[in-house]
């Protein structure tokens, strides 16, 4: 198997807010603060991930057991994303045949955990939480969509269940399911939301968990000033702590 790309996860900041964070707020006062910033600075190299003192993502987890975050992280040459900046800088996730992770050998992984971030009392698990990120398809080394692609999710303490998978490509069991989306599925693996994957833009998503009311909502904007093009809210489910 030839190295595949999941491709660029710009943007993994976990908001706080009472409700989807854009309305203009005329005092300055910040509404939505930031509790976990996954965007990469300018000036890191990719060995700055193998370390905790350097890391903003745990540089144990989750990947091959002989790999380190240095062999699989790079810094594409390509535009910035939504929130990326003079300061910010895109990067690449990638995987092969080395991506096994312990004794799971059915599937390759290559999984970034927010430093900081743990499986219970953990801030990203309380009240109404945002996932932020941003998404760019890599034309030099596209995805097998014949194959499902687990790019982004929240698992629940208890490894019970993930409370949503984001996913690409073809779904184990589903083949009614289009292969070249986006998609949003619950923790009982049914899908609750979608978009086409595009080629040649970055499509920038939001995710929030409102762990109060139980409430799963996907949404979708294209471009730098729309702030909402798509926006579900999945019934009430069981929403965990977890990471």
């Known amino acids: 198997m030839h190295s595949s790309t999941l ?63 240095s062999e699989i992280l790079q810094f594409p040459s390509v535009a910035n994303a939504r929130f990326d900046n003079a300061t910010y800088k895109p990067f690449e996730v990638t995987i092969s045949d080395k991506s096994i992770f312990q004794t799971q050998r059915g599937f390759r992984r290559a999984g970034l955990q927010l430093s900081g971030d743990t499986n219970t009392g953990s801030p990203g698990s309380k009240g109404v939480k945002t996932l932020h990120f941003s998404l760019k398809w890599d034309a ?53 939301w979608s978009t086409p994957i595009l080629k040649n833009d970055w499509q920038n998503f939001a995710i929030t968990l409102d762990f109060n009311k139980k409430f799963v909502f996907p949404r979708l904007s294209l471009f730098l000033r729309e702030r909402k093009l798509t926006h579900r809210q999945h019934p009430p489910g069981v929403l965990l702590q977890g990471r």
Do not use: M
Request: glycine share 6%.
């Open 7 to 69: 491709l660029g996860l710009l943007t993994a900041a976990v908001t706080v807010s009472a409700a989807p964070c854009g309305a203009a707020v005329s005092s300055g006062t910040i509404k939505c603060p930031v509790v976990f910033d996954g965007r990469v600075k300018t000036t890191s190299v990719p060995t700055d991930f193998d370390s905790y003192a350097t890391s903003i993502f745990n540089p144990d987890y989750v990947k091959g057991q002989n790999l380190k975050w």
């Open 140 to 192: 030099q080394r596209p995805l097998n969509l014949s194959h499902e692609y687990l790019n982004v999710w929240h698992e629940a303490a208890d490894y019970s269940a993930n409370q949503f998978n984001f996913e690409a490509g073809a779904i184990l069991g589903q083949a009614s399911l289009p292969k070249d989306t986006w998609k949003v599925l619950d923790r009982k693996n049914k899908q609750i």
